[in-house]
């Protein structure tokens, strides 16, 4: 997907998880916001290149294994900060190694490095000529974030098409996700796009009408009397 104007928005699909990176920059200034570097960043670094942006920021929408294994490399190559909500720094320093285990992944050359800040609801996280608007939306894992600009929605694993991110894992909280994706996302405009961190786009107005989960949960808050 590309946006007009200043603003360039391109998407990779990468690693053995199948998990959206997104990059997006400033046709005029050149600098450029990484979302969820989550592996292979050389293909990371030579889609920036195609786009002829620079990564300044790195902001991860949450921190399981799938959206950080390309963040160590990303980082390293570029000097851009790396930011996380504080939620999932456990998550970060600890859950790495649970799932490499578990996955059978030799992880220890990707291993992520500390956050350089923290991001919190309603920070506006820029680079020149590119501003995102911090949504946190916990449930996923504690400390997910969704990012927000005019037009256009980062989801994470929070958002799916017809979907939801699954909240069986540590720290997954279902009625938190569903409060989330409710209260905070579902309240931007419905031609937004939303663009997950896994399979293909949607827009707010289609997981209003269509999301099994969203009308299912709206049918059992109208039965509370909520």
């Not at 002829?52 to 160590?72: E, F, P, T």
């Not at 050359?109 to 500390?114: E, L, T, Y």
């Not at 540590?170 to 796009?193: A, F, H, W």
Request: net charge negative; aromatic share 6%; charged share 25%.
């Amino acid at each position: 997907m590309e946006v007009v104007n200043e603003l360039m928005v391109r998407g990779i699909v990468v690693g053995v998880f199948a998990e959206n990176c997104w990059i997006i920059g400033n046709r005029r200034t050149g600098e450029a916001i990484c979302i969820d570097p989550g592996d292979q960043p050389e293909e990371i670094l030579a889609l920036a290149r195609d786009m002829g942006v620079r990564i300044k920021l790195i902001a991860n929408s949450h921190a399981h294994i799938d959206h950080i294994m390309g963040v160590a490399g990303v980082h390293a190559a570029t000097g851009a900060k790396f930011l996380l909500h504080p939620g999932d720094l456990d998550l970060l320093k600890n859950g790495w190694r649970q799932a490499a285990l578990r996955f059978g992944l030799d992880l220890l050359a990707k291993r992520p490095p500390d956050p350089d800040a923290f991001v919190h609801e309603g920070d506006i996280v820029e680079v020149d000529g590119v501003q995102l608007r911090a949504i946190a939306t916990p449930g996923h894992t504690p400390g997910s974030v969704s990012y927000y600009t005019e037009g256009m929605l980062f989801s994470g694993d929070t958002l799916f098409r017809g979907s939801i991110g699954r909240t069986d894992l540590p720290g997954g909280n279902y009625e938190q996700e569903m409060r989330s994706i409710c209260e905070k996302l579902l309240v931007l405009p419905d031609e937004t796009v939303v663009l997950p961190g896994h399979m293909e786009q949607t827009t707010i107005g289609f997981e209003k009408k269509h999301n099994p989960f969203v009308l299912q949960w709206l049918q059992l808050q109208r039965e509370r009397g909520n």
